[in-house]
Each structure stands twice: as C-alpha cells, then as structure tokens.
C-alpha cells in the first residue's frame, strides 16, 4: 500500500470511529493526525477533571493517552484492542492546560502491536508516557470502504 493510500484510509478509519466514540466526546479529545500506526489527540483540563489537590486526575491523562493508542493501532482498518497498558504519570497538569498525546507504532506482527504514547502540556512538557499491547481481530475491519 503506497504511503498515500495509508493516510487516506487512517483518515477514514478515524473518521468512522469518532462517528461512533462517545467517551471520547464526552471528555472534549480531539483526534487529529493520524497515520498507519500514528495518531494524536488533544484534550483541554477541566474542573470536572480535576481531583482533591486540584491536578488533572490521572485517569483522564490515561483515557487520553489511550485514545492516541486506540486510533493508532486501528489505522489499518482492522479492528484493533487494547489487551494491555501502563502508563507513567510524569507531572501534575492543572485546569486549562491543553494536553496532547503522540502514539507511534513501535512492533506490529501477527495480532499482537506494541505502541509508545507520550504526553505533553502546552508548554512541551512531558507529563506522562505510556505503553500499549494490542490484540487485532483480524479480518474484522473497523468500517466498510
């Protein structure tokens, strides 16, 4: 598949998820680049995010993390889950900082992929990396083309 026609159908992959990803809604992520085992997504902290010492809660720095990591493992149009992660929490983030997630491909083969996220403030500081396994349904696309 030339690199062209794997953007593109990432692309779509992504657009087809979102259509359908209410968690990702509700917590304001916004998925942008994609590519065949890439994705980023964004997110801004808010006060409903926050826990008692008034610093992002970590499972939202992991939700977001793991969104990046959903999209990158499924840009192959097969569908694609998480069978593990672990996650890091690097720094505090507080109300209002925008954070973004990187996911990249580090391993795919056969059904198993290993993918690498890292998080970052608006500032370029990392707050939290991460490390997915995914397990790939194979023949099971995520959308019809």
């Known amino acids: ?18 259509a359908n990803d209410r968690a990702t809604r509700m917590m304001g992520i916004v998925v942008g680049e994609v590519g065949p085992g890439s994705a980023q997504a964004q997110m801004v902290v808010r006060a409903d995010m926050l826990n008692s010492h008034d610093i992002c809660h970590g499972g939202f720095v992991a939700t977001l993390a793991d969104t990046a ?51 970052s403030n608006q500032r370029g500081e990392c707050v939290a990396v991460f490390r997915g396994r995914s397990h790939t349904a194979r023949g099971r696309p995520v959308t019809a083309l």
């Open 69 to 119: 990591f959903a999209f990158a493992c499924n840009a192959y149009n097969e569908i694609s889950v998480a069978s593990s992660f672990a996650i890091e929490l690097l720094a505090p983030s507080r109300e209002g900082d925008l954070l973004s997630a990187h996911c990249v491909e580090v391993s795919k083969g056969g059904r198993s992929g290993l993918y690498d996220a890292t998080v």
């Open 1 to 18: 598949m030339t690199t062209l026609k794997a953007a593109s159908l990432a692309e779509q992959v992504r657009d087809a998820m979102l």
